[in-house]
């Protein structure tokens, strides 16, 4: 993640991706390592090209590909795909019962668990 990358927007897919890898602190040959963990094999470039055309909505997530990238990602599919605002699922039923944001309920969570 050395040089500058383009932002895409949040309420997209691809958008999503980009900001949770980012988040995890994962550069893009790092994503598609964890997506395929043991399965295609290519050069940096080309795995690169291919997060790239997953984070700008070029290339549409498969079937198979979304549990993956969810594992991958450490989040919840309905995430990914904008129906929820939260990365996993108990986070998001604390805010919708609380309204407490995202960076609040894991504030919590974290201030109880240690």
Known sequence: ???KEKVFPI???????Q????ELKMSRSD????VY?????????SKDRTVLNWESNKTELNYDTLPAMCH????????LLGLDECVNKTTQFIHEYTGLS????????HDTTY
């Open 1 to 3: 993640m050395g040089k």
């Open 11 to 17: 309420s997209t897919i691809g958008g999503r991706i």
């Open 19 to 22: 900001n949770r890898r980012h």
């Open 31 to 34: 994503l598609y390592d964890c």
């Open 37 to 45: 963990s043991g399965g295609k094999a290519g050069s940096d470039n």
């Open 72 to 79: 991958a990602l450490n989040c919840s599919a309905d995430y």
């Open 102 to 109: 995202e960076k609040s309920v894991e504030a919590l969570h």
